[in-house]
T-cell receptor, first 112, second 111 residues
Framework: NAGVMQNPRHLVRRRGQEARLRCSPM?????VYWYRQLPEEGLKFMVY????????ESGMPKERFSAEFPKEGPSILRIQQVVRGDSAAYFC??????????FGPGTRLTVL | GDSVTQMEGPVTLSEEAFLTINCTYT??????LFWYVQYPGEGLQLLLK?????DKGSNKGFEATYRKETTSFHLEKGSVQVSDSAVYFC??????????FGTGTSLTVIP
């Protein structure tokens, strides 16, 4: 059973561009979580999704950020008009029942 | 609200030294408690967990005991190795199943 997959592993964007981060949960997992890790900081919760539903987006910035988890395909975290402060590692985690979470290797976003 | 407070690093130890990384929590009820480890350039991996008070989680020589009287879940290892160099995160889930993470403690073990 493959683990949580995230791609790309590294993403470089210029200010004002869009960033799309993808997460494929473990097989059989229907709960997906996104976290952001700023340099020298811990992980901060962003959003919790189940298939086709956003369950909790209390950690998402109100503007420019969106997430989806469609019926088919990976979960997508989308950041529009990126700014330098968006540079961080973005981690996805999946869970079968909404308890223990299994983390992907992360996407490291650098905004130039 | 729920939270975890973790000992700040960085921590540098010699090989075979004893390790303690402190973690205290604030929570409603008695949630499960977790320690995650992040090796350089990688994602988080579950190191150990405890699901109720007085439980001891253990893995790879690491141990942590869930103590409700002191609201603590300190991580310990009797003899660290160079390969233990990583960042360690204490975490607890809230009722919505998101995790609250501590700020992380960076451990470097020197030969």
């Amino acid at each position: 059973n493959a683990g949580v997959m995230q791609n790309p592993r590294h993403l470089v964007r210029r200010r004002g561009q869009e960033a799309r981060l993808r997460c494929s949960p473990m097989k059989g997992h229907s709960h997906v979580y996104w976290y952001r890790q700023l340099p020298e900081e811990g992980l901060k919760f962003m959003v919790y999704l189940q298939k086709e539903n956003i369950i909790d987006e209390s950690g998402m910035p109100k503007e420019r950020f969106s997430a989806e988890f469609p019926k088919e395909g990976p979960s997508i975290l989308r950041i529009q008009q990126v700014v330098r402060g968006d540079s961080a590692a973005y981690f996805c985690a999946s869970s079968p029942f909404g308890n223990e979470q299994f983390f992907g290797p992360g996407t490291r976003l650098t905004v130039l | 609200g729920d939270s975890v407070t973790q000992m700040e690093g960085p921590v540098t130890l010699s090989e075979e030294a004893f390790l303690t990384i402190n973690c205290t929590y604030t929570a409603t009820g008695y949630p499960s408690l977790f320690w995650y480890v992040q090796y350089p350039g990688e994602g988080l991996q579950l190191l150990l967990k405890a699901t109720k008070a007085d439980d001891k989680g253990s893995n790879k020589g690491f141990e942590a005991t869930y103590r409700k009287e002191t609201t603590s879940f300190h991580l310990e290892k009797g003899s660290v190795q160079v390969s233990d160099s990583a960042v360690y995160f204490c975490a607890l889930p809230n009722t919505g199943n998101q995790f609250y993470f501590g700020t992380g403690t960076s451990l470097t073990v020197i030969p």
